[in-house]
Nanobody, 114 residues
Framework: QVQLVESGGGLVQAGGSLRLSCAVS????????MGWYRQAIGKQRELVAE???????RYVDSVKGRFTISRDNVKNTVYLQMNSLKPEDTAVYYC????????WGKGTLVTVSS
């Protein structure tokens, strides 16, 4: 059974940093990509950062230059390093793995105070 477990969220002041982790367990056949999404209150879930199977990265414009997605294949973990955080980054952050189907974690809350 595939499980994605996020951690690393919390409360941080504007300008601060957090690193989110997503531990992936279980067997996933043919991973096409891994990513982080977020959903703020009253808004739709949006893609924040994506790492393709070929190693390419893609970011939503609002986080470019501030967030970095990476992967540790030995630990089966995906990371999202978030720097220079802003109040508008406040949201629940979800880990996603795209295989033959989409897999999701339960999310971790990031709150950025002004």
């Amino acid at each position: 059974q595939v499980q994605l477990v996020e951690s690393g969220g919390g409360l941080v002041q504007a300008g601060g940093s957090l690193r989110l982790s997503c531990a992936v367990s279980g067997s996933i056949f043919s991973i096409n990509g891994m990513g982080w999404y977020r959903q703020a209150i009253g808004k739709q879930r949006e893609l924040v950062a994506e790492l393709t199977s070929g190693g390419k990265t893609r970011y939503v414009d609002s986080v470019k230059g501030r967030f970095t997605i990476s992967r540790d294949n030995v630990k089966n973990t995906v990371y999202l390093q978030m720097n220079s955080l802003k109040p508008e980054d406040t949201a629940v952050y979800y880990c996603n793995v795209k295989g033959l189907q989409d897999y999701w974690g339960k999310g971790t809350l990031v709150t950025v105070s002004s």
